[in-house]
């Protein structure tokens, strides 16, 4: 089936990942679908923004209205970001580079990840919207330096640092597919990464403990971060009120509300479940994004009513671009966008400082 075939079938973003499944390879469908565990964590995002309502009001002149925001002193046309997300070759032979031109065509913003599949200045140089660098703590501290410093040159105009997934979750679905990377996939950004060193385990450490986690980023190690750079910083993978607190104290610029998708540790709260509670410790001028399921524009607008300045957008990205490469990947955010217009006009609102949570039921 050819590409304009396959957008014309597609009418939502839950098409695009149905699509998605007869061309992606199977293991490679089920490590990107795929959750931690017993996926808990990946049903209650869905099934926790399935259970807010919208409380509509009617009649009201909504002819100026736009969804438009600033963040970090940039114009966003929509509240809506592409999350992070790895190697995206595994998607499409033109990887992250078609993401990134889709992006900018429409008007979205994109965080790049450190495990891209195409180098993070190539991918910058697709991108006229705003665009961030997200981290994934690396050992050695000055290798997180060049990388940051390489974002830097290349235009990247914030800096997300990723702290939920340290360790990878129980990914018993990918395991069961037989997931691996394809050959020609690989982490371009880490090819001078110095190599980690060899470490022998006493019988009484833990492969866990002293070995995967003494590699892990500590508060002390984002403190220092932050004052190497002069990029705003956000912390991805906040989900208890008292580590977004602690964020703001440490002098981070924003945090990402996100339990990675369900992908990291199973039986965690979603993040719409906990937003409200983190956007009431934060204060209002905080940046406060959240990602997780969604999928619709009422899903954006939830988010927003409970406090989000923005909402990123993880497997569906993944998804349109297998399907259709970017046109998939633009045909995929112009739905998006029009169905969050379309909750924000039917609901009476006009702009995002409308949208509140006496307009949820
Ligand atoms: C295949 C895949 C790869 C991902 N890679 C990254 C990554 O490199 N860095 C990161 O911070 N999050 C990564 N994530 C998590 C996303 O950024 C995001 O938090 C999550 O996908 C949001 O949930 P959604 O997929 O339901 O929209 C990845 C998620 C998926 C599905």
């Given at each position: ?6 957008i ?12 998605a ?67 995206q ?23 790049v ?19 961030w ?40 679905r ?5 997931f ?18 060899t ?42 009120p ?8 440490i ?17 965690v ?6 937003l409200?509670?983190?956007r009431?410790?934060?204060g ?17 607008f ?26 998939g ?7 998006l ?25």
């Open positions: 089936m050819s590409s304009s075939n396959s014309n079938e597609a009418l939502c973003l839950a098409d695009y990942e149905r699509l499944k007869n061309v992606l390879p199977h293991a490679i469908y089920e490590y990107v679908y795929g959750g931690g565990a017993d996926e808990i964590s990946l049903r209650e995002n869905r099934a926790s923004l399935d259970k807010i309502k919208i409380f509509p009001r009617v009649l009201k002149d909504v002819t100026r209205g736009s969804t438009a925001t600033t963040i970090f002193g940039e114009q966003w046309r929509t509240p809506i970001m592409l999350a992070p997300v790895a190697f070759r595994m998607a499409h032979e033109e990887g992250e580079i078609a993401t990134a031109r889709a992006a900018s065509a429409l008007d979205v913003g994109m965080m990840s450190t495990l891209s599949s195409q180098p993070l200045e190539e991918i910058s140089s697709y991108l006229t919207t705003p665009k660098f997200q981290l994934y703590w690396q050992l050695d501290r000055n290798f997180n330096l060049d990388l940051v410093k390489r974002a830097e040159l290349a235009g990247f105009t914030a800096l997300t640092v990723t702290v939920d997934s340290a360790i990878h979750g129980i990914r018993n990918a395991q069961r597919a037989k691996q990377l394809p050959d020609h996939v690989s982490a371009v950004n880490l090819i001078h990464r110095p190599p980690l060193p470490k022998e385990f006493m019988p009484d450490e833990s492969i866990v403990f002293q070995g995967m986690m003494s590699e892990a980023p500590t508060w002390e190690d984002i403190e220092w971060l932050i004052a190497q750079t002069s990029l705003p910083v956000v912390i991805k993978g906040i989900l208890h008292d580590d977004a607190l602690k964020a703001q104290k002098g981070a610029k924003g945090v990402v509300v996100s339990n990675h998708g369900g992908r990291t540790l199973d039986c709260p979603s993040p719409i479940e906990v409200p509670r983190i009431q410790k934060v209002k001028d905080f940046v406060v994004l959240m990602d997780g399921s969604i999928q619709r524009g009422t899903d954006v939830k988010a927003i009513a409970l406090g989000a300045n923005a909402v990123l957008l993880g497997r569906a990205q993944f998804y349109a671009l297998a399907v259709a490469g970017a046109p990947v633009a045909h995929m955010l112009r739905i966008r029009e169905e969050f217009e379309v909750a924000m006009a039917l609901s009476g609102t006009e702009k995002l400082d409308d949208i509140n949570p006496e307009l949820l039921y």
